[in-house]
């Protein structure tokens, strides 16, 4: 499938969330990050604009690139530097990959000395909220109306997926890409199915069936990332949203009075609860973080994991041949349901920016423009195995089944994809209260009630605290 099969409404959604997201000063422990206006810069680092060099990039400028080095690794970034050498083959470009975005970092923008350019992602990543509230992030508007690299005839803005820019948007500036597109959903090795003659289920009916077939035959129905269990929300979340609409995931993420309590979340929650009941979890997942997890389900000691599209990557290591691992959406709940089964998640994500006091701001943005070439992105998809906010960008590619098949659902799914974007407005509530009400309930300590009263219990903490700036979504 190409890039751009994606529907309008489906990436619409997906980059909805992240666009009006100014965040909580709170969320950096305190600690204020340098001054609030951007040094004057100075022209050591600026070139002559030219067509081929339309940002003024000065030639022989050092350029320092940190990326997080999570599920996509380094490999992708070093052959975007690569590229931008034989562009600029004078410059020097220091190179970093830490897991810490923020601990590594944070000091640097406090005293007024950040890299050029930054993955500003994993647990560990700084608020981008924060650092739009504080000016230290360089507005990206120059670059997406400079030339596209390599498509003639194009501004960069007008390579992009339609929702790709509005999911970097702050206010009136647009401060940080959103680089990947991400799908989420219940992950499964087809070559285990296929052997075991089982058929992935559309109904929850046929889901429990499964999960008693799977257990019989010594393999664990489920496991996921025991000490991350916000994981195991998406489905929960997922199941509900299409049971009734779209309304469910709004009222959440608007801090609603008993979103987290609807009829809908509580069906879900009770759904859910009977693979705790009947012990479909893979025993000890709750001590097992990501990696461990998944280590396990492709050892086939559990048949299915609910995750996000980076998987494929991440695993790439461990995965034995032949695994032919594949996405799906969560099974339907029943007739009542206002989504199809095909309905699946998918958001723009992976947030790259150029801080606002960055030596060589120009060199990272122009780096920024060779990754968002259509080379550049299909360097990507190549080796993370994940689909970019870049149209048309896997035509031509292979891929591999992982991405195939993400590809597959997206196609599926079409102008019935959804999304929720509370932990992009509200971190702490998915990563801390979220995250130890799904450790409860996942294992077994509490009911679907107390989960989701637990759940209402934190948003309602974070619609009554002054200190978060709050957001309302309409669509």
């Known amino acids: 499938m190409s890039a751009q099969d994606l529907t309008r409404r489906a990436v619409l959604r997906a980059g909805a969330g992240a666009a009006a997201v100014a965040g909580s000063a709170g969320l950096l422990s305190g600690c204020a990050l340098g001054d609030d206006e951007p040094e004057t810069k100075s022209d050591k680092y600026e070139g002559t604009k030219s067509d081929k060099n339309p940002l003024g990039v000065k030639e022989d400028a050092p350029l320092e690139i940190v990326i997080f080095n999570g599920g996509f690794g380094e490999d992708y970034a070093k052959a975007h530097e690569a590229m931008y050498k034989e562009t600029y083959p004078k410059a020097e470009i220091k190179h970093s990959a830490v897991v810490e975005i923020n601990k590594t970092l944070q000091p640097r923008f406090v005293d007024g000395t950040p890299p050029d350019f930054i993955n500003d992602s994993g647990a560990g990543q700084i608020p981008l909220g924060d650092l739009v509230a504080q000016n230290q992030l360089a507005d990206l508007t120059p670059l997406l109306d400079a030339p596209s690299l390599d498509v003639p005839g194009k501004k960069v803005r007008d390579t992009l997926l339609p929702g790709a820019v509005a999911s970097g948007t702050f206010g009136e500036g647009v401060y940080a890409l959103n680089y990947a597109y991400s799908v989420y959903g219940i ?6 199915f296929a052997d075991k003659g089982w058929a992935y289920p559309k109904t929850w009916d046929e889901h429990i069936a499964l999960c008693k077939t799977i257990k019989a035959a010594g393999i664990a129905p489920w496991t996921y990332a025991g000490k991350h269990p916000r994981y195991f929300s998406w489905a929960v979340l997922s199941t509900a949203i299409k049971l009734g609409g779209n309304s469910v995931a709004l009222a959440i993420d608007n801090l609603e009075p008993n979103a987290w309590t609807s009829d809908a979340m509580k069906t879900a929650a009770d759904a859910w609860y009977q693979i705790v009941k009947d012990k479909y979890i893979l025993e000890g997942t709750p001590g097992l973080d990501h990696k461990q997890s998944q280590a396990e389900w492709c050892k086939g000691k559990a048949a299915m994991i609910p995750n996000g599209s980076w998987l494929e990557s991440e695993q790439k290591d461990v995965t034995p041949a032949g695994f032919n691992m594949s996405v799906a959406p969560t099974p339907s709940l029943g007739a009542g349901d206002k989504l199809p089964f095909e309905a699946i998640r998918g958001t723009a994500g ?25 080379k550049g992105a299909k360097d990507f998809t190549t080796k993370v195995s994940s689909l970019t906010i870049v149209a048309g960008s896997t035509d031509g590619v292979t891929l591999p089944p992982g991405l195939s098949s993400v590809a597959d659902a997206l196609k599926a799914s079409g102008t019935n994809g959804f999304n929720w974007v509370y932990p992009v407005y509200y971190r702490k509530l998915e990563r801390n209260l979220v995250d130890a009400a799904c450790g409860d309930f996942f294992s077994g300590r509490t009911t679907p009630d107390e989960f989701l009263k637990a759940c209402q219990k934190g948003a309602d903490e974070i619609a009554a605290d002054s200190s978060f700036k709050k957001y309302k979504r309409t669509a």
């Open 350 to 374: 992976e947030p790259f920016i150029v801080p606002a006091k960055a030596k060589n701001e120009r060199g990272g943005l122009e780096y920024m423009r060779h990754m968002l070439s259509m």
């Open 187 to 192: 992950w499964y090795s087809r070559k285990l």
